[in-house]
């Protein structure tokens, strides 16, 4: 079982940044892949990124490639998601979630994020 903690969203204006972080529970945080996801107001729960077990490789979706880095520090069972270039298309609720492949099967509460024109 892993519980996960989303932190860090707000209000920025556009082209700004902001800082993401998900803290999960639980001695097993190595044996995760981990992920972060958006849902906008009226869409649906959209992919943004993944990072590996040992954090060595990441991937995103086109819409935010180049924009957004994930990142991991397994000694403080956390994952980060920095946030750069923010647009308003961007506003949404951010969850991270925790699985194995494409399989996510921990998610965490998640944490707004506006982004004002």
């Known amino acids: 079982q892993v519980q996960l903690v989303e932190s860090g969203g707000g209000l920025v204006q556009a082209g700004g940044s902001l800082r993401l972080s998900c803290a999960a529970s639980?001695?097993?945080?190595?044996?995760?892949?981990m992920g972060w996801f958006r849902q906008a107001p009226g869409k649906e729960r959209e992919f943004v990124g993944g990072?590996?077990?040992?954090?060595?490789?990441?991937n995103y979706a086109d819409s935010v490639k180049g924009r957004f880095t994930i990142s991991r520090d397994n000694a403080k069972n956390t994952v980060y998601l920095q946030m750069n270039a923010l647009k308003p298309e961007d506003t949404a609720v951010y969850y991270c979630?925790?699985?194995?492949?494409?399989?996510?099967?921990?998610w965490g509460q998640g944490t707004q994020v506006t982004v004002s024109s």
């Open positions: 639980g001695r097993t945080f190595t044996s995760y892949r």
């Open positions: 979630a925790a699985g194995y492949s494409s399989i996510w099967s921990y």
């Open positions: 990072i590996s077990r040992s954090g060595d490789a990441a």
